[in-house]
C-alpha cells in the first residue's frame, strides 16, 4: 500500500463496508467505525458520502 502524507492525492472507495476496511487495514470494524466517526467530526459532515464530497472539493481524492 502507498504512503499517503499531507497533500498526497488518495484513491477511495465510499462503498466499503467497515467489515472491508478493517480486514484490509488489520484493525478491527469498531476501530474504522471510530475512526470514521472521529473525521465527521472534524469535518462537520453527516456520512461517508459528505466525507468523499469534502475530499473531492480539497484535491485529496482522485477518481
Not at 472491508?20 to 453527516?46: D, Y
Amino acid at each position: 500500500m502507498p504512503s499517503c502524507g499531507p497533500g498526497t492525492p488518495v484513491k477511495t472507495n465510499t462503498s466499503r463496508k467497515n467489515a472491508e476496511i478493517a480486514t484490509i487495514l488489520f484493525i478491527s470494524p469498531g476501530t474504522v467505525k471510530n475512526h470514521i466517526a472521529g473525521i465527521q467530526n472534524k469535518l462537520g459532515t453527516r456520512n461517508r458520502v459528505d466525507i468523499a464530497a469534502w475530499a473531492w472539493e480539497s484535491g485529496i481524492m482522485i477518481s
